[in-house]
Nanobody, 123 residues
């Protein structure tokens, strides 16, 4: 069983930055592949970024060049640095983990999810 707790969301003006954190429980964090997803009101949950246990990174086209995913296995944490934020980035952001090393952009691949953290970008 893995528990994930996100933090770092908030209200920011367009062009600003936020850093989301996700703290995980469990002894085998380093073996898990981690992802960030987001869901805006009335929309489906969408992939944002993922990082494998080998620290290979993957990004949605909409955030490439603006967001950076990273992990710290010693702290059992994964981060999402978000720069040049836009109003369309407004959503609840979720952290997730999986032991499956393929299809990391698909929500269905992930076994455990956090409760989410709200990010609001004002224009």
């Amino acid at each position: 069983q893995v528990q994930l707790v996100e933090s770092g969301g908030g209200l920011v003006q367009a062009g600003g930055s936020l850093r989301l954190s996700c703290a995980a429980s469990g002894r085998t964090f380093s073996n898990y592949h981690m992802g960030w997803f987001r869901q805006a009101p009335g929309k489906e949950r969408e992939f944002v970024a993922a990082i494998s246990s080998y620290s290979n990174t993957y990004y949605a086209d909409s955030v490439k060049g603006r967001f950076t995913i990273s992990r710290d296995n010693a702290k059992k944490s994964v981060y999402l640095q978000m720069n040049s934020l836009k109003p369309e980035d407004t959503a609840v952001y979720y952290c997730a983990c999986t032991g499956t090393n393929w299809g990391l952009s698909r929500p269905s691949v992930y076994n455990y999810w956090g409760q989410g953290t709200q990010v609001t970008v004002s224009s």
